[in-house]
Antibody, heavy 121, light 113 residues
Framework: QVQLQESGPGLVKPSETLSLTCTVSGGSISSFYWSWIRQSAGKGLEWIGRIYSGGNTDYNPSLKSRVTMSLDTSKSQFSLKLSSVTAADTAVYYC???????????????WGQGAVVTVSS | DVVMTQSPLSLPVTLGQPASISCRSSQSLVHSDGNTYLNWFQQRPGQSPRRLIYKVSNRDSGVPDRFSGSGSGTDFTLKISRVEAEDVGVYYCMQGTHWPLITFGQGTRLEIK
C-alpha cells in the first residue's frame, strides 16, 4: 500500500514561495500519478496539479502561473512550489496518488496526512 | 469552471436509517471517451479524505457495500443504506471530466441525530 508523507515549513511570509515535499513509500514513484490538493475553510478542496514519470505536469489553470512541481525519483519524492503567496493560500496541503490504470480523473487512491501551511508575516 | 453543488449541506441521520446526498454539476460529466468521471470522498473528523466511489458507481476496495453511487449527466447521488457511527464526517463529490479543471463539491456534513 502506498504511503505518503508531506513535509515543509508551516509558516510562510506573504509574497514568498511555499515549498513542500511528499515522500513516497510502498510503491514505485514511476508507477503513479502524483497530485497536490489543498483544503481551506474558504475554498474547500482544490486540486493544484499533478506530476508523473518524466516530470510531466498538469496544473489547475487558476494556479498555473504560480505553481511548479518536480519529481526526484532517486529519493522517491515529489515537490510543490507555490510562488507569491498571500493569506488566501493558507490551507492544509495534501499529496495524493492516482493509479495509472484509472487516472487522476477517477480521483485519488491514497492521501498523505496533510501539512498545515499558514501565510502570515 | 464546472461547479459542483451538493445538497443538503448538513445531514442529521438516526443510526440504522438510510442517508442520501445529492451532487449536481453545472455541465454534463459525460466524457468523450464514454466514461463519467464523478467520484465520492469521505472525510472523517481529523482525517484525510478517502475515496469511496469512482466513476459514478464503482466502490473502492474495503468500502462497505452499504455505500452506493448512482446518477448520470449532471445529477448524482451517494446513498448509505443504513448509517453507522463510523460514517460521521464530510462527504465530497468530485468531477474529473473537464480536465484540467478538476473540481469538488462544497461538502455535506453527516452527523448522528
Amino acid at each position: 500500500q502506498v504511503q505518503l508523507q508531506e513535509s515543509g515549513p508551516g509558516l510562510v511570509k506573504p509574497s514568498e514561495t511555499l515549498s513542500l515535499t511528499c515522500t513516497v513509500s510502498g510503491g514505485s514513484i514511476s508507477s503513479f500519478y502524483w497530485s497536490w490538493i489543498r483544503q481551506s475553510a474558504g475554498k474547500g478542496l482544490e486540486w493544484i496539479g499533478r506530476i508523473y514519470s518524466g516530470g510531466n505536469t498538469d496544473y489547475n489553470p487558476s494556479l498555473k502561473s504560480r505553481v511548479t512541481m518536480s519529481l526526484d525519483t532517486s529519493k522517491s519524492q515529489f515537490s510543490l512550489k507555490l510562488s507569491s503567496v498571500t493569506a488566501a493560500d493558507t490551507a492544509v496541503y495534501y499529496c495524493a496518488s492516482s493509479s495509472m490504470v484509472r487516472g487522476v480523473r477517477a480521483g485519488f487512491d491514497y492521501w498523505g496526512q496533510g501539512a498545515v501551511v499558514t501565510v502570515s508575516s | 469552471d464546472v461547479v459542483m453543488t451538493q445538497s443538503p449541506l448538513s445531514l442529521p441521520v438516526t443510526l440504522g436509517q438510510p442517508a442520501s446526498i445529492s451532487c449536481r454539476s453545472s455541465q454534463s460529466l459525460v466524457h468523450s471517451d464514454g466514461n463519467t468521471y464523478l467520484n465520492w470522498f469521505q472525510q472523517r473528523p481529523g482525517q484525510s479524505p478517502r475515496r469511496l466511489i469512482y466513476k459514478v458507481s464503482n466502490r473502492d476496495s474495503g468500502v462497505p457495500d452499504r455505500f452506493s453511487g448512482s446518477g448520470s449527466g449532471t445529477d448524482f447521488t451517494l446513498k448509505i443504506s443504513r448509517v453507522e457511527a463510523e460514517d460521521v464526517g464530510v462527504y465530497y463529490c468530485m468531477q474529473g471530466t473537464h480536465w484540467p479543471l478538476i473540481t469538488f463539491g462544497q461538502g455535506t456534513r453527516l452527523e448522528i441525530k
